[in-house]
């Protein structure tokens, strides 16, 4: 809703008022046509005010109506009354000033920022285009570039860039609403032809159509087919080359294409997919987020290779006070120029002072005693790893929580070696550390919920995608990517080529196909987990073919390229070639393809040809069928969390939601008659053999993602 009252005796002042980011359901804007008319009908009101409840101007559509009949006033006549006022209004943004929230404001003919708001219009983050005029009011304030960089890519502004651009009219740091209630008495009176955006032309510019093509030929290159950004330079297109009736008819023409897209609907699901999984309970009853998290002001992390570094620099850069130690010294050192590298540089990107004395580099283990939680980094061994966690429940103070940065090792066996298993948990991070968005929290099954908890706060602190997962082999992320890199080897072996496959992948829209990913990584990393495992080199069962591992498929090229030392781009080759170790362009390799025509020869394989549909659907259909697994095992607490992991960490388009999203849209009786197909055809690979939940929910009728829970019911929850 929306509340009105007079004040300073001729300013009228609207509030928008439906917490938590006042967003424009049909009760706010029928508010906002109400207050409005109120407005125009009190003569003794000369301005208006608009401004939102509880510190925040609006957050945009009400994301949650998208999916049903629309009702109350629609938006875009609503804008325009605000604009047709004949008394000046004058938008009061503190907060954020978001989506619609932007196009109201830019309905109005004046606007004030608070110093902290941030604005923008990121519905193309949702699957959609500003189409309540935003696509054509912004180019007539700012101009056709920056509007084209904003509505394309939905980046949020802070005040300070927004009145660099043009966007408010002045800035402040005193309370926003008072300083607009003066601007307005200032303005009463004044001519409004002028602020009025949508009589306004935009400004020109000259060859505008290269500007276009340029823009687009880029949009669509980084979209990786994604159709939102696409439909969003067609729509400043039309702002910039049509009078504004038909810019509008244009906006709206782009919005109904794509507003009830397959896309749309996976992007607003990971909306709010991303913000579902901080929420689940636990099936005992008790949940983790009401669990009251520990304090923690002082950290340590232990090891200070690539990762422990990136966690250093993640912890600093929230504040906290931090112990860093590494057993090496020439690595200390390094360690410490690195790190005070990185933290001086997003400090200055920040625009921030640095601060490198939260950092205490030392070698010795025991100057963690004062931490309230220490995250362990060091070689993924776990015989070290046990040792450091019997060595740190010796020196820690009582109720320190430990955290391994494990990728895949067995969370509980670490807190075997400690007095108090309630406090452990893993917190996986993913390289570069504190620049990646995704940390997976291992939830053990002695970890209590305060541990949980505090981790999933700490994540949060650090601006990560934090999501809570059962202690299984390779967690969730990297346990799915196993049966997709295991089809990527087969196809190698029936006859693709990385490339072939990498392709397909990216294709589908993932932002590396699977080898170039690997060669980003390193494949010897990899190939040190099957050595351990017992599963390299050719006669590791006897009388067993070597394509085999107790009677299950096994294909041992990628061990074959690590023993030519081939491990990637750090060594200039894996599954391609580089210019030089650590170069990052990809360049076919002929040896490869020879490597891979002889090894087809000794094992007696033809190649045949394999389309990218073929490589699409088996390697994404493993993983997905994984997903089910993890799910029917207890060890991801919905498919919400699954999809969150891989859009935030793995590189899957969010555009088609995740994996477990991607599979409903699919339709599961499709995904499960594949996996038959494929089974059927590869019947020593069980990744292919489909999952009992995936059948359930098929016999179930297939129901949407929201409701699988109903059908897992899992009595064996890891959570
Ligand atoms: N419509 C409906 N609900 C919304 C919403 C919107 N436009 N924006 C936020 N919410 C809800 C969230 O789902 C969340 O609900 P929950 O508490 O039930 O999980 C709650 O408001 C708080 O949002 P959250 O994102 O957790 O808070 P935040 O302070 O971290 O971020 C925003 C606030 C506004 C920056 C962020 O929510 C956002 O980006 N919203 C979407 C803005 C947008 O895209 N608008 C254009 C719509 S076309
Ligand atoms: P990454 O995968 O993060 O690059 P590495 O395995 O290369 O990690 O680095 C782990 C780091 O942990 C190394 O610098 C190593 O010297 C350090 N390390 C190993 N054991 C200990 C220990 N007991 N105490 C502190 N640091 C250790």
């Given amino acids: 809703m929306a509340q009105y009252r007079r004040v300073s005796g001729s300013v009228g002042l609207i509030t928008l008022i439906n917490p938590p980011v006042n967003a424009l359901s049909a009760k706010v804007r029928q508010g906002i046509v ?100 935003g696509s054509q009011r912004l180019p007539r304030l700012i101009g056709v570039p920056a509007a084209l960089d904003l509505i394309t890519t939905g980046r949020h502004v802070t005040a300070a860039e927004a009145l660099r651009l043009g966007i408010v009219d002045e800035v402040t740091n005193q309370n926003t609403v008072d300083v607009a209630v003066k601007f307005a008495l200032s303005v009463e009176g004044r001519q409004l032809h002028s602020r009025r955006l949508s009589t306004t032309p935009c400004p020109r510019l000259d060859d505008l159509d290269a500007l276009f093509e340029e823009v687009m030929q880029r949009v669509k290159q980084s979209a990786r087919g994604a159709i939102a950004p696409v439909a969003c330079v067609q729509a400043v297109r039309a702002a910039a080359t049509l009078p504004y009736p038909q810019g509008m008819e244009r906006e709206k023409e782009l919005m109904a294409s794509i507003f009830h897209s397959g896309q749309a609907r996976a992007l607003q699901y990971c909306f709010f997919a991303q913000r579902a ?55 200390l050192a390094q360690a410490k120029q690195a790190v005070s590298g990185m933290l001086e540089r997003g400090a200055r990107r920040r625009g921030v002072a640095p601060q490198p004395d939260l950092v205490r580099y030392t070698q010795s283990l025991r100057d963690v005693a004062e931490a309230d939680l220490v995250i362990e980094a060091v070689f993924e061994n776990m015989a070290l790893k046990r040792e450091i966690f019997k060595q740190l429940d010796a020196v820690c103070k009582p109720g320190t929580l430990l955290c391994t940065n494990t990728s895949g090792l067995d969370v509980d066996q670490l807190a075997s070696q400690t007095r108090h298993p309630e406090l452990v948990v893993g917190m996986h991070f993913f390289a570069p550390a504190h620049v990646m968005k995704l940390l997976e929290v291992v939830y053990g099954p002695r970890s209590s919920p305060q541990a949980v908890a505090t981790a999933m706060q700490l994540g949060k602190k650090m601006g990560k995608v934090s999501v809570a997962v059962g202690n299984c082999r390779g967690f969730v992320g990297n346990r799915m990517l196993k049966p997709y890199m295991e089809q990527a080897n087969f196809l190698l072996e029936e006859g693709a080529t990385p490339e072939l496959v990498d392709q397909a992948l990216e294709e589908f829209g993932f932002a590396m196909g699977v080898f170039r990913m690997s060669d980003l990584s390193g494949l010897d990393v990899g190939w040190r987990v099957r050595q351990a495992d017992g599963l390299t080199g050719p006669d590791v069962t006897p009388g067993q073919p070597e394509r085999s591992r107790q009677g299950r498929r096994y294909s041992p090229v990628a061990d074959l390229v690590c023993e030519q030392g081939r491990f990637g781009q750090k060594t200039g080759r894996g599954w391609y070639q580089y210019e030089k170790p650590g170069s990052r362009e990809a360049k076919s390799d002929p040896w490869l393809h020879s490597f891979l025509e002889g090894y087809r020869a000794r094992h007696g394989l033809v190649a045949r040809r394999i389309s990218h549909q073929e490589v699409q ?32 960490g793995y590189g899957w388009p969010r555009h088609r939601g995740g994996p477990m999203f991607y599979a409903s849209m699919v339709g599961l009786a499709r995904v499960l008659e594949r996996l038959e197909h494929y089974h059927q055809a590869h019947p020593d690979v069980p990744y292919l053999e489909p999952c009992s939940l995936l059948r359930r929910l098929v016999a179930c009728g297939s129901p949407p993602v929201h409701k699988w829970r109903e059908v897992i019911r899992s009595p064996h929850s890891q959570l």
């Fill in 34 to 133: 109400d207050t409005v008319q109120r407005a125009l009908g009190d003569s003794e009101v000369k301005s208006v005010v608009i401004c939102g409840q509880g510190g925040v101007f609006c957050g945009g559509a009400d994301i949650k109506e998208f999916g049903g009949l629309m009702t109350g006033p629609p938006l875009i006549p609503m804008i325009h009354s605000i604009e047709a006022v004949d008394k000046p209004v004058v938008a009061a943004i503190e907060g954020v000033a978001l989506g619609g929230g932007l196009e109201v404001a830019l309905g109005c003919h004046y606007r004030i920022a608070h110093a902290k708001a941030r604005l923008g219009l990121p519905e193309v983050t949702l699957g959609l285009l500003p189409a309540a005029g």
């Fill in 277 to 331: 999984v901080g929420r689940w309970s636990l099936p005992t009853g008790a949940r983790w987020d009401t669990s009251e998290p520990r304090p923690v002001r002082k950290a340590a992390v232990i090891g200070l290779g690539t990762m422990g570094r990136g966690i250093v620099v993640a912890l600093a850069q929230t504040g906290l006070s931090v112990v860093a130690v590494e057993s090496q010294g020439q690595q």
């Fill in 617 to 648: 659907e088996r390697c994404l259909y493993t993983m997905i069928n994984e997903g089910f697994r993890i799910l029917d095992e207890g060890f991801a607490a919905g498919p919400e969390d699954i999809d969150t992991i891989y859009v935030s």
